[in-house]
């Protein structure tokens, strides 16, 4: 499994003084030791400032890229449409946007040899994603069994410090009893929902 994240984190704090370029920095870290407490193959951030990820041809090339260079077959993203969580929260446009690059990243993108011809005279060659699982969705057609591999996930969440280490607790708590509501829709411990979308 390879992560690919988009932003660089240099907006991630509320303090003023908080340098940007440091920030970012601290971000990469924490995403990078998070990966390694995951045990993924490969993770790689991009150096798009937050809040300005737009959906460019540019960024779906460097998404296409990664989807043929690891050869997914299975992408995992963010619902794009789901904009709205209860009455309190809305989600960020990071977010959103990321969600949408994945998908026309994935089609017609990294499937077709007319998107990106360059990659194939380099050598890449064009890639079929079987499947696209959207993660906090409003619309889950899914729900996962990560009964064995929740503590991970909190582990692998409690490194990024620089956003979670004040309510760390608070996260774990709120991210398991979701779990929980999610697991016992399918009889097991710990469950994620997801809207999967079956493309093969």
Known sequence: MHLLVLTNGDRGSSDPYRDRAELAATRRAETLAAAKVLGLAGAHVLDIHDGELQNTTEVREIVVRRIRIVRAETVITCDP????????????????????????AVFPGAGNPHYFPEHLAEGLDVREVHDVWLGWTNEPNHVEDVSEHFATAMAALAEHRSQVEDGIRYFQEELEREAREAGAEIGVALAERFRVLDLS
């Open 81 to 104: 449409t789901a904009w709205f969580f209860g009455e309190r929260y809305y989600n960020h446009s990071d977010h959103r946007k990321a969600g949408e690059i994945a998908l026309d």
